[in-house]
């Protein structure tokens, strides 16, 4: 890397919802198919705020937009009863294979104990290893929109 990466509210930089309501729609489309591209776009126009959950950042390296996060307070249909959430965790094709997945969990992790956070969950189709390097524990397993995912939580 020839830079080092930064995270920054994606409500500095709106202009590039679409690009990554597109990512986004490609990646997970089929657990939400009662959405279009469009609404993924609606969903992250709706986290463009400072300080207060819902809340997305954007991965930024050598000056582009090469990844995502987001904190929100429902990431699935069923499960409602929990919150907040780790959602949209992405990096771009190319920035991938780099160490970049592990810093930007790690910095959305101490954005949310700055925000007094003091639990968060998430749902993953295939990485809950991933996440158990940061503490994240497995809290149920369940069949999602026909993909078995793995709930999980952590907390400071």
Same mark, same amino acid.
């Given at each position: ?67 995502? /996060?987001? %904190?929100? &307070? ?7 009863? *929990?919150?907040? @959430? #780790? /959602?949209? %965790?992405? &990096? ?7 160490? *970049?997945?592990? @810093? #930007? ?16 969950? #998430? ?34």
């Amino acid at each position: 890397m020839s830079n080092k990466p930064t995270l920054t509210l994606l409500k500095h930089y709106p202009e590039h919802i679409p690009e990554i309501a597109k990512w986004h729609f490609q990646e997970w489309g089929e657990l939400f198919p009662e959405k279009s591209e469009a609404d993924f776009a609606s969903d992250l126009a709706a986290t463009l705020n400072d300080g207060t959950v819902p809340l997305s950042w954007v991965l930024m390296l050598d000056e582009q937009v090469v990844g995502t /996060a987001s %904190i929100l &307070l429902d990431d699935m249909q069923t499960n409602r009863d *929990l919150s907040p @959430w #780790l /959602a949209n %965790i992405y &990096l771009a094709p190319a920035a991938r294979g780099k160490g *970049l997945g592990k @810093w #930007l969990v790690q910095q959305v992790m101490l954005q949310a104990q700055q925000l007094g956070l003091t639990k968060l969950y #998430l749902f993953t189709e295939d990485k809950p290893e991933f996440y158990q390097q940061f503490g994240w524990q497995p809290l149920k397993q369940e069949r999602y929109e026909g993909t078995l995912v793995t709930i999980m939580y952590w907390h400071n």
